[in-house]
């Protein structure tokens, strides 16, 4: 079953083309890297998936859902609000800089939206934001707050804050851009772990090692399309498009 479903999704900013026709699916349990330079889209595909962004044209489906869709005479549609709910949360984010409450402890930053948004008591939220603490071995932060924690510590909070809605899929934005060099590692275990447990999941990365070793494809986006699209040991090792090869020699 097709979890994510986008075809030919346009968005610009001010007249100018950003996502200039994106079309991919996403299969239960697969692992999606995408790649590309800093400026190709990247994360306004993300956005646009997650609802932060409207589209220009195209549609996206989700879990089987129509979240958009764009009519012959180029008239966008979006689904109504129940539904939009609904794919809201089948698809979890997590963003490069966390954006984590500052003002609530770790605690509160996972339960608020299980008890808000799920209508769970607190005591369940709370049971389910222990649980997931402890899988990321933040049992003791719990009363902390972020500002308290490092930022490898912050990201592991924001995986916990999505997996606790139970979502279908989770979308990462670079999710270790912000982080020192060996507070990396930590965060591409979790999402690793996440791998071996088929979360379904795509990953925004410049961790081309990781990319390779944890997807079960990879796309290549430049300037707002898709440019080549594979499964990793191909792509990387044999990628056929030039733009796809001088990207990739960057990090040769
Ligand atoms: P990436 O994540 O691949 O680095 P982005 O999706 O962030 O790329 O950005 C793609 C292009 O869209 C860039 O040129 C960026 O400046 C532009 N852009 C992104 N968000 C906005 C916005 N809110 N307003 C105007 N331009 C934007
Ligand atoms: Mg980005």
Do not use: W
Request: one cysteine or more; proline letters at 4%; charged letters at 20%.
């Amino acid at each position: 079953m097709h979890i994510i479903s986008v075809e030919n999704l346009e968005k610009g900013f001010d007249g100018l083309g950003v996502l200039k026709g994106i079309s991919f699916t996403l299969q239960k349990g697969e692992v999606l890297s995408i790649i590309g330079p800093s400026g190709s889209g990247k994360s306004t595909m993300l956005r646009c998936i997650n609802q932060l962004e409207t589209i220009d044209g195209g549609s996206i489906s989700v879990c089987g859902d129509t979240m958009v869709t764009t009519n012959s005479q180029h008239m966008v549609q979006y689904a109504g609000k129940d539904t939009l709910k609904n794919v809201r949360l089948h698809c979890g984010m997590v963003f490069q800089n966390f954006n984590l409450f500052p003002h609530m402890n770790v605690l509160k930053n996972i339960t608020e939206a299980q008890v808000f948004v799920l209508k769970k008591s607190k005591q369940e939220a709370e049971e389910t934001a222990r649980n997931l603490l402890k899988k990321m071995g933040l049992e003791e932060k719990a009363l902390a707050y972020p500002c308290q924690l490092s930022g490898g510590q912050q990201q592991r909070v924001s995986i916990a804050r999505a997996l606790a809605l139970k979502p279908e899929v989770l979308c990462f934005d670079e999710p270790t851009s912000a982080l020192d060099p060996e507070l990396t590692g930590e965060i591409l275990n979790v999402i690793k772990s996440l791998a071996q447990e088929k979360m379904t999941m795509i990953v925004v990365t410049h961790e081309m090692a990781f990319a390779r070793d944890i997807s079960d494809r990879v796309i290549f986006m430049d300037d707002g399309q898709i440019v080549e699209e594979g499964k990793p040991l191909d792509l990387f090792n044999n990628p056929q498009n030039p733009r796809t090869k001088k990207f990739l020699n960057h990090f040769a």
